[in-house]
């Protein structure tokens, strides 16, 4: 079982919607997925209890439970992480995980603190060594603005593949209301966003985002 992990211990850039949308667009390609919540806010819980049976099973496990363990058969687990992990849980999380995706949105501030994540992430063992893989996401981005430039600019600077960007958009809310993702919802709605989520796709069912055995 392959272990993807959503990560930044910044507050508010987006983990839990780039969990949930990448488990959905997962589901819908054919694999087993199971998706957990190690946030204390349960936001991910939340979101599961919500989905509807007429869309691709997913799994939900809640770290309330005390493990975090998938059914058999699974061919993807998907963590949400918590805002604010460091230190051994960080070493913890990228040790289990063979992917880890790095959302960071288009803020001055945002970019202070990956900065500091980022410059921490990269000197572990696993990470340097190349048994974990990361992608880095520009999220809630307004294309052609000055901010999104630097963003796009601060990505560049690092070895780690800039995977995609994603727009702010409304979509992200109304599916998140009713327990889906942008690959739930009709085309004529979100092609948009499909076709911003394939890049994406694309290097995390690639080779190139899994280490080598």
Same mark, same amino acid.
């Given at each position: 079982?392959?272990t ?5 211990p ?24 199971? #998706? !957990? ?11 599961? @209890?919500? =989905?509807?049976? +007429?869309?691709?099973? *997913? ?51 945002d ?12 000197? #572990? !063992? ?11 996401? @520009?999220? =809630?981005?307004? +294309?052609?603005?000055? *901010? ?27 599916a ?38």
């Amino acid at each position: 079982m392959r272990t993807i992990t959503v990560i930044n211990p910044k507050g508010g850039c987006g983990k839990t919607t780039i969990a949930t949308c990448l488990a959905s667009h997962l589901s819908w390609d054919g694999y087993k997925v199971a #998706l !957990a919540d190690l946030d204390p806010q349960q936001s991910t819980t939340d979101w599961g @209890a919500l =989905r509807s049976e +007429e869309y691709p099973e *997913i799994e939900l496990i809640n770290h309330g439970s005390g493990q975090v363990r998938a059914s058999r058969g699974t061919d993807i687990l998907v963590l949400d992480s918590p805002a604010g992990v460091h230190g051994k849980e960080l070493g913890q999380l990228v040790r289990r995980s063979q992917t880890l995706l790095v959302p960071i949105l288009p803020s001055p501030i945002d970019m202070r603190a990956s900065w500091r994540f980022l410059e921490q992430l990269f000197s #572990l !063992a696993p990470v340097q060594k190349g048994k974990v893989k990361v992608g880095l996401i @520009a999220n =809630r981005v307004k +294309e052609n603005t000055l *901010i999104y430039r630097e963003l796009t600019g601060f990505l560049g600077k690092y070895r780690a593949p800039y995977v995609a960007h994603l727009r702010a958009s409304m979509n992200y809310v109304r599916a998140a209301e009713k327990g889906l993702g942008v690959a739930d919802l009709p085309r004529y709605l979100a092609e948009r966003d499909w076709q911003q989520w394939k890049p994406l796709m694309r290097w995390v069912e690639s080779k190139r985002s899994q280490p080598k055995n």
